[in-house]
């Protein structure tokens, strides 16, 4: 008769089958992941290291970041089972109230900034209005904007440009973050990569103690620093980056809080999950309880501010306001949540998927600039890749 120490317990998963497991249940979110890292090795090699040079990746940060800001906002669009094509037009009629009021009137930036964000808002509820409560699908709607919106900044601008800013509103998207421990190297930049590194540690931590008190699956230990250790050396290598130039860009604070904000909406609150029932199953979504029209509704007041902020950023960077800014974004920005992993029929996407996708988009853009590929061949590839991100998704759906 065996005895309690002669039974043999079912042997656990080898670390190789767990690492396969948690590719195959975030293949897209970990399959673009790779593929932007192996695209950064690409352009790295073929501009004889100039792409993650300090300057360059500065540069990149600057320029794809109010496509980040945008993706934020279309991914909550795109998961609640719509689409949005006036961004580029709604950055341009923001930046052009912006121009106004600082330029022309003479209205402290702060104060007209808040104005922006509200005339962004409120060119949401419109729009949101129309697709939650008319019933109007959001392509057309927002088609409509687009040309809309598009016209009235040339009424604005009366076609001119307008500008320059002040250099304090400037600051918004060209500044950078003090550094009062002085130095060659901007260590203040680095102090701030190390507290980040420390916060997003403890954060996993505590979320690890909690599935474990609640008897959910967690990956094993040594998995599970190594995630760490790897997050934590990234966030400190770009911080050495861009500490080896001027330091932390202010609109590169402004993004990190943003993308925390919405990781936390969408993960953790009432209005995120339910946004994600609204796309995966809008009837169920509405027998459940949820009032699926006011949720449509605030996804589009949501997407309007998140332009308007965009439009801001946009306008610091150049200096001006221009009847032709924003112009093409809004395919950049939708290529950005469906590459990052958004699906095309709603109720799927993350945040850190978003950006990804907006960092891939970015980074070809500026390498293939920087190899001298034409801007042709660029609007080719780029188009090709978002035809194999989609054909990615209905193939893994049809998989399953």
Known sequence: MSTPQDVIKPAGPSRTQELAGLFRDNIREYGMLI???????????????????????TNLILQNSYIVVMALGML???VSGHIDLSVGSVVAI???VAAVLIVKYEVNYFLAGLACLLVGGIIGAVQGFWIAYMKIPAFIVTLAGM?????LTQVVL???????????????????IPNPLGGDLHLTSLLVGALVSAVVVYLDIRARRNQRKFKFAVASFPLFVVKNVLISAVIMWLCYLLAQYKGLPNVLIVLAVLIAFYTFVTNRTVIGRRIYALGGNEKAA????????????YTF???GVLAATAG???????????????????LDVIAAAFIGGASASGGVGKVIGAVIGAFVMGVMNNGMSIIGIGVDWQQIIKGLVLLLAVYFDVYNKNKA
Do not use: H
């Open 312 to 330: 801001l950023i946009l306008a610091a960077r150049f200096n001006s306001a221009t009847p032709k800014a924003g112009s093409g974004f809004e």
């Open 147 to 151: 040309l809309v919106f598009r016209g």
């Open 35 to 57: 593929a932007l890292i192996v695209i950064m090795l690409f352009f790295q090699w073929r501009t004889n290291q100039v792409l993650l040079q300090p300057l360059n990746i």
């Open 301 to 303: 007041v949501n997407m």
């Open 94 to 96: 923001t930046g052009a």
């Open 286 to 297: 509405k027998l459940s309880g949820v009032n699926t029209a006011r949720l449509t509704f």
């Open 76 to 78: 909550l669009v795109i």
């Open 158 to 176: 009366d076609g001119q440009n307008i500008g320059p800013f002040p250099v304090a509103f400037q600051k918004l998207s060209t500044g950078f």
